[in-house]
């Protein structure tokens, strides 16, 4: 039985993609994109997909990114294995050599860090008082002049050129915030009530006023022109939400952390105690702030501005109180009470892993399946087995949640 923990490096490849897309060279994806056909993980369909449909610097690397990931944990430790030795400097920046990492292949270049008693030629010249020498581009966030990015995306005798110079211009006339919600309508797009499909929202993530052009001339072609109206016409009908700008503006200002607690406070929430009900976990899991804003206008409406005072109250509170971190305070989730529920289980079903058992309670709970029964099961049945012997990456996400659950009562799965 596969172990559904067993796949630490899609988990941190998941946390080092930020970096990774800021941060790589074009010369440095061109490289990993030939390792990986080479090695057998990309078609050569897909390296052409991902080094000449994109074009630019941005793009590809999500697009590199996006596409191992899907091919599961195997892809992802090979692209580590290839990233360590194609690009030294970027892979230390990424952790890349330490933790999971650190165990796949001894034979990966990890760099020796220098000597206390030999500092490096950037602190002699400052000891000198000379200039530092330029950094070189693995070391720099890796940028592209727009100007050199523009003329790949439009090239000279471009069919597209007008339509495409309209849409970069119409892109330049939304602010940061405008900006943030045309993403957020098209990575949230339904096709069959808005008319087009939606572009990954992994893909938007970091993506520029330029990196959008290229991307949506890639998904809708001669109908990017329509999908582009379609959602400044959404937006027009949201300007002057004061509400929503009021909101978005406090969420910016939370860190991390603090976003964290916002949300906890938001499907934590008891209505009798609060004076709100709760947002699904679900719906917030991976929300983002402007996933937040929508979520709290669609359910709270016009009281949005109170629940959000509330929490920004509590959230104080906290802060003064010096709570521990949301997880280990409000979820003894976390090990302790994990580990007991674990136990009790053991007790009660000695023959079986214990995450095959919560996964078949998770499976027949979610499913409304009558097999599922408060007597203890003496064996996997054989309905579970394709889902425990499946890629197990989403089924990790319904075991949490099915723990989240079983440790509060009453909440929402």
Request: charged fraction near 30%; charge should be neutral.
């Amino acid at each position: 039985m596969i172990d559904l923990f067993s796949h630490p490096v899609e988990k941190e490849l998941s946390k080092v993609l930020d970096q990774f897309v800021k941060k790589a060279p074009k010369e440095t994806l061109t490289q990993l994109s030939q390792a990986l056909v080479a090695d057998g993980v990309l078609k050569s369909s897909e390296k052409e997909n991902i080094l000449e449909k994109n074009h630019t610097r941005v793009n590809r690397a999500s697009c590199l990114a996006d596409t191992v990931m899907d091919k599961g944990p195997g892809a992802c430790k090979k692209m580590i294995h290839h990233l360590q030795a194609i690009d030294v400097p970027l892979s230390t920046k990424l952790g890349l050599f330490s933790g999971p990492f650190a165990q796949q292949d001894r034979s990966s270049p990890e760099p020796k860090p220098k000597p206390a008693s030999e500092p490096g030629p950037g602190v002699v010249k400052r000891l000198l008082g000379l200039p530092a020498s330029k950094a070189s581009s693995a070391n720099q966030k890796a940028e592209e002049r727009p100007e050199e990015c523009w003329r790949h995306i439009c090239p000279e005798g471009d069919s597209d050129a007008d339509l495409k110079q309209w849409l970069k211009d119409s892109l330049e006339d939304l602010d940061s915030r405008e900006l943030k919600y045309f993403h957020w309508f098209l990575h949230t797009a339904d096709k069959s009530k808005d008319g087009f499909k939606p572009i990954k929202k992994s893909r938007l993530e970091h993506a520029d006023r330029l990196d959008t052009v290229d991307l949506m001339f890639q998904m809708y072609t001669t109908n990017t022109r329509e999908v582009a109206e379609k959602i400044l016409k959404k937006m027009n009908k949201n300007r002057g939400h004061d509400l929503k700008d009021w909101l978005l503006d406090i969420l910016e200002e939370l860190d991390d952390r603090e976003l964290r607690y916002f949300h906890w406070y938001l499907y934590s929430a008891d209505k009798s105690k609060d004076g709100f009900k709760a947002i699904k976990k679900s719906r917030l899991e991976g929300a983002d702030r402007l996933d937040t804003v929508e979520l709290m206008a669609q359910t709270y409406a016009a009281n949005t501005k109170e629940v959000t005072k509330k929490i920004l109250e509590k959230i104080e509170s906290s802060k003064e109180n010096v709570i521990p971190e949301v997880e280990e305070q409000s979820n003894p989730s976390s090990a302790a009470a994990a580990e007991g529920m674990t136990s009790a289980f053991k007790v009660q079903t000695p023959s079986i892993p214990v995450i095959t058992l919560l996964a078949c309670l998770y499976t027949a709970a979610a499913s409304n399946d009558s097999r599922c029964s408060a007597e203890p099961l003496t064996e996997p049945p054989s309905w579970l087995f394709y889902r425990i012997h499946c890629p197990s990456w989403p089924l990790v996400r319904k075991f949490s949640t099915f723990i989240d659950s079983s440790l509060h009562p009453g909440s929402d799965l």
